[in-house]
């Protein structure tokens, strides 16, 4: 069992570009969650998805970030018009249904310059 | 704005002494508790979790108490060894379907031999 798996580990953009993070869940897991965490600060809970759809986004930015969980493939995490304040890491955790224990990811290092 | 919090953000200890984290939780309607470690450039690991109905779970060299009356969490690891030596994170949620993880601030645990 590969376990959760996000790609890239490291991204770097400049200001004004796309940012694309992508996860895939363990096998069996069919609950998708990002968070985001700042340097020398704990997880914020961003967004959560199932299969084609977004269960809570209350942690999602209004603008500028949006998330998918299509029936195939990976779960995305796109950022448009990068800014500096979004560098952060961005950790992607998977459940099976019903269950509260998250599996993490080893997460997407995103630096803007 | 966040419910889970922690007391200390620091904690050194000699290898071979007992480890106690401390977190503090307001949101009385959490019911499910887990705490994670955070080793330098990876994503959280799951350690122990706990629910409401009890007040002390054991694992290996790792015991969680609740204390609901005081909102009150705590991580005890005992003969902590070098490897221990990481952020630890406890973490609420309500245990219904469609919540998520809620993260404190975290306590970065430091052994020295």
């Known amino acids: 069992n590969a376990g959760v798996m996000q790609n890239p580990r490291h991204l770097v953009r400049r200001r004004g570009q796309e940012a694309r993070l992508r996860c895939s869940p363990m096998?069996?897991?069919?609950?998708v969650y990002w968070y985001r965490q700042l340097p020398e600060e704990g997880l914020k809970f961003m967004v959560y998805l199932q299969k084609e759809n977004i269960i809570d986004e209350s942690g999602m930015p209004k603008e500028r970030f949006s998330a998918e969980f299509p029936k195939e493939g990976p779960s995305i995490l796109r950022i448009q018009q990068v800014v500096r304040g979004d560098s952060a890491a961005y950790f992607c955790?998977?459940?099976?249904?019903?269950?509260?224990?998250?599996?993490f990811g080893a997460g997407s290092r995103l630096t803007v310059l | 704005g966040e419910s889970v919090g922690l007391h200390l953000p620091t904690l050194s200890v000699q290898e071979g002494d007992n480890s106690i984290i401390n977190c503090a939780y307001s949101n009385s309607a959490s019911d499910y508790f887990i705490w994670y470690k955070q080793e330098s450039g990876k994503g959280p690991q799951f350690i122990i979790d706990?629910?409401?109905?009890?007040d002390k779970r054991q694992g290996q060299r790792v015991t969680v108490l609740l204390n609901k009356t005081v909102k009150h969490l705590s991580l005890q690891i005992a003969a902590t060894q070098p490897g221990d030596s990481a952020v630890y994170f406890c973490?609420?949620?309500?245990?219904?379907?469609?919540?998520?993880?809620?993260f404190g601030k975290g306590t970065t645990l430091s052994v020295s031999s």
């Open positions: 706990i629910r409401s109905n009890m």
């Open positions: 955790a998977s459940s099976p249904q019903g269950a509260n224990v998250l599996t």
């Open positions: 096998k069996g897991h069919s609950h």
């Open positions: 973490a609420e949620n309500i245990n219904q379907a469609g919540t998520a993880l809620i």
